[in-house]
T-cell receptor
Framework: DGGITQSPKYLFRKEGQNVTLSCEQNLNHDAMYWYRQDPGQGLRLIYYSQIVNDFQKGDIAEGYSVSREKKESFPLTVTSAQKNPTAFYLC???????????FGPGTRLLVL | QKEVEQDPGPLSVPEGAIVSLNCTYSNSAFQYFMWYRQYSRKGPELLMYTYSSGNKEDGRFTAQVDKSSKYISLFIRDSQPSDSATYLCAISSGSRLTFGEGTQLTVNP
């Protein structure tokens, strides 16, 4: 059963804490993306990676970090520098040369 | 000015109505046009994808692109309560997608 999985479904962060969101895909896609979704603002690109061991900042990368050590995995760390982390985080992937992106189920991050 | 503008609604229609959802964009370099459907608290799912001006039909859904006006539309015929969701337009000029804000649609039985 191919697809994109994200975990956890809900995540709670305390002040000053770093948290990591998991994204795994078994679609053999080359590119992976992280978006943040806030009410009334649509999806905004945080980071993306088109190949293993390489990634680029998106429009709102400040306070976030990523790694791409394996083709199927693209974890996102929300650092303590991100002052307003409460949002719905979506991971996506696409095949090289394709414009279409496929999304995971999302992780909702809440601040305690 | 946002690169992609989409009326956020909310839009409420009776079952069986024809629904029209629209986006405008400002960058003529945009070449690929997509519509995603997102149910509450779920990830977006791809509905339609097109890259040329004109119409593309898939069942009850029709995607329309007018590149000269920089205007794209999604029509839903015979709308059903199960169509109640947020619809996002997405436009690409390369490896990145730019999304509209999303239109929240409710189809009432």
């Amino acid at each position: 059963d191919g697809g994109i999985t994200q975990s956890p479904k809900y995540l709670f962060r305390k002040e000053g804490q770093n948290v990591t969101l998991s994204c795994e895909q078994n679609l053999n896609h080359d590119a992976m993306y992280w978006y943040r979704q806030d009410p009334g603002q649509g999806l905004r690109l945080i980071y993306y990676s088109q190949i293993v061991n390489d990634f680029q900042k998106g429009d709102i990368a400040e306070g976030y970090s990523v790694s791409r050590e394996k083709k199927e995995s693209f974890p996102l760390t929300v650092t303590s520098a991100q002052k307003n982390p409460t949002a719905f985080y979506l991971c996506a992937s696409s095949q090289q040369g394709s414009e279409t992106q496929y999304f995971g189920p999302g992780t909702r991050l809440l601040v305690l | 000015q946002k690169e992609v503008e989409q009326d956020p609604g909310p839009l409420s229609v009776p079952e069986g109505a024809i629904v029209s959802l629209n986006c405008t964009y400002s960058n003529s370099a945009f070449q690929y046009f997509m519509w995603y459907r997102q149910y509450s608290r779920k990830g977006p799912e791809l509905l339609m994808y097109t890259y040329s001006s004109g119409n593309k039909e898939d069942g009850r859904f029709t995607a329309q692109v007018d590149k000269s006006s920089k205007y794209i539309s999604l029509f839903i015929r015979d709308s059903q309560p199960s169509d109640s969701a947020t619809y996002l337009c997405a436009i690409s000029s390369g490896s990145r997608l730019t999304f509209g804000e999303g239109t929240q649609l409710t189809v009432n039985p």
